[in-house]
């Protein structure tokens, strides 16, 4: 049997097809607004494998969902509607419900607005070779997965398609976007750090660091808002460990893609398409992952998220 060469595509509205990522399709849908569509494709180094993750689109659209409305008083977003009746006409296919958000368009900042809480992943990487964390002090003697003495604001560039995110410092921002708007950026982006960790914590699990992505928008004033968009605190965007689990020293396991990335590593494989095939186990317990994240985070079940499909049995 042939393996296909990519995952299916999924929903596909009819409406003027406008970008489609690793994960996400974005879809015109008049207005001033997208239509932006969670698959259940998934990546790992950067490399799209065959196989998709069932309810991953579902859980990154819920959770999304849950965050943006836990975050509305610190800082506006896309968010339209997460709705099937709020859709333009001819946009409505099936599958398409509980893994889609209408949102308003944003003039995206060239950066991503990354939090750090513990030192992890490219940071402790740096950290361990040169004593710095994105080109900006640190303390001294850290170990890996040590807490930060506080969150760290740690932009990088948005890379082109194929290449990778390069970690700057906030004077590199400052020269990107200007100084007002890097210190706003900053400013909200460690308050939503700080506001999602209080709730991860109580419910046993620490937020280890995070990507936001800004943009802007016109306000009913003349001026410019500054909002939240794309995804939030999801497992693809954040690094979440159980509290139970955390010992400095070694890196806990991320409630994420983690099962995949561990299954690849055994197999000598060079991260270059194309990916090897995913053992079902390996696609169920990454499933698994997500589903979790999305219920023991944010407390409530994906069950109840629009687009479960009745009597069938989830990991």
Not at 13 to 40: I, N
Request: with cysteine.
């Amino acid at each position: 049997m042939t393996r296909p060469t990519e995952p299916p595509l999924g929903p596909a509205p009819a409406l003027a097809h406008l970008h489609r990522g690793k994960v996400r399709d974005l879809y015109d849908a008049g207005d001033g607004r997208l239509l932006m569509v969670a698959s259940d494709r998934l990546s790992a180094f950067d490399v799209v494998m065959a196989e998709p993750v069932p309810d991953k689109g579902r859980v990154l659209t819920a959770m999304s969902a849950y965050w943006f409305a836990e975050l509305s008083d610190v800082i506006g977003n896309h968010l339209l509607s997460t709705d099937v009746d709020d859709l333009p006409d001819g946009a409505v296919v099936p599958g398409l419900d509980g893994r889609f958000m209408l949102c308003r368009r944003a003039r995206m900042l060239p950066i991503e607005c990354i939090v750090r809480g513990y030192v992890a992943g490219s940071a402790w990487k740096e950290y361990r070779h040169d004593g710095t964390i994105h080109g900006m002090g640190a303390p001294p003697g850290l170990h890996e997965a040590d807490r930060l003495p506080a969150p760290m604001f740690t932009p990088s560039t948005k890379a082109d398609v194929g290449d990778h995110d390069e970690n700057i410092s906030f004077d590199r921002a400052v020269e990107l976007v200007g100084a007002d708007l890097a210190e706003e950026a900053r400013a909200v982006s460690l308050e939503m750090f700080r506001r999602a960790s209080a709730i991860a914590e109580s419910a046993g699990f620490l937020l280890a660091d995070t990507k936001f992505e800004l943009g802007l928008v016109d306000d009913a004033r003349g001026g410019t808002e500054l909002i939240v968009a794309d995804e939030v605190l999801t497992p693809d965007s954040s690094r979440f460990w159980r509290a139970d689990d955390w010992r400095p020293g070694s890196t806990p396991q991320g409630f994420d893609k983690q099962p995949v990335r561990d299954y690849l590593e055994t197999l000598g494989w060079d991260k270059r398409p194309p990916a090897p095939a995913l053992p079902v186990d390996v696609v169920a317990a990454t499933a698994a992952r997500y589903r979790e994240a999305y219920e023991s985070i944010c407390g409530r079940s994906l069950d109840d998220w629009p687009g479960a499909v009745v009597g069938d049995s989830h990991p």
